[in-house]
């Protein structure tokens, strides 16, 4: 049985024994359950040291997301235009299918920016951004951001 799903189970047993059926609850028995997986695992479980970083990662694209969309809300709102758009290729570290497209999507989903063209040979990444005023720094915002991240994230 995987851990993910003994977590689910041992959060929904902590619901029913609890008596109280409600998100809150849940969640809590879930960490309950994450925290008797990592002891029981010593710690040295897959599960135990990639949930961490998938917390993580979704706070970092939360974060990267909420000042994206603060960018663009003080662009449309301001009579004044401040975007230099540009089209910025990123050379691609990540070779595997699942963390390309995950970087492509993550740069979609984040506003200002839209993935648009992959290499045939999978090296280089296209971006076309609102704002470039320097292209080596968007690239390596890309690079030590979104890129490393996924990278952790899949080994």
Known sequence: ?????????LALVWVT???SYNPTNFFAGF???????????????RYSRKLPQIILFVGFFLAELVVANIRVAIEVITPRLYIRPGIVEIPLDIQSE???TLLANLITLTPGTL?????????????????VDDPDV??????????????????
Do not use: C, W
């Open 98 to 100: 699942l963390g390309i």
């Open 31 to 45: 960490i309950i359950g994450y925290v008797v997986i990592a002891v029981a695992s010593n710690g040295t479980g």
């Open 115 to 131: 993935s648009l063209e992959i290499t045939p040979d999978k090296s280089a990444l296209y971006v076309h951004t609102m704002y």
């Open 17 to 19: 024994l609890t008596d």
């Open 1 to 9: 049985m995987s851990s993910f799903l003994l977590n689910i189970i």
């Open 138 to 155: 968007f690239r390596r915002q890309i690079k030590q951001g979104f890129e490393r991240r996924i990278q952790e994230l899949l080994k």
